[in-house]
């Protein structure tokens, strides 16, 4: 499995028009094959940055959504915010998981 981080600093003056994006995103990342699942994280601290964190069954099945027509038309509304809503650039992370401690049953909503 496969986790992709993109920490996001948003200005605390557009933080509910940043969370209504997401909430009202095209989704279209969700139908394809080997997502997982999608979370964004609201920062607990000021000044700290939203996460958007993704699971993917395999590095292939990432690397096909960020080549896709599906990519081009979800990231099509990132002007929909202007620049000064960000306090920098986003940080893209990607890690592999090697261990995973839910006990909860294969399937099991999350």
Known sequence: MLTVMNRIRVHPDY???FE???RTRAGLVDTMPGFIR????RPAQPGKPY????YWES???FEAWTTSD???QGHARS????KEAFDGPSEL???EVFLNSDTRPQGEPA
């Open 70 to 72: 599906a990519f081009k």
């Open 51 to 54: 996460i958007v964190l993704t």
């Open 79 to 82: 002007g929909s915010l202007p």
């Open 20 to 22: 209504e994006r997401f």
């Open 93 to 95: 992370e990607i890690h």
């Open 59 to 61: 590095r292939e099945a």
């Open 15 to 17: 933080a509910d028009a």
């Open 38 to 41: 999608n979370e964004v994280l």
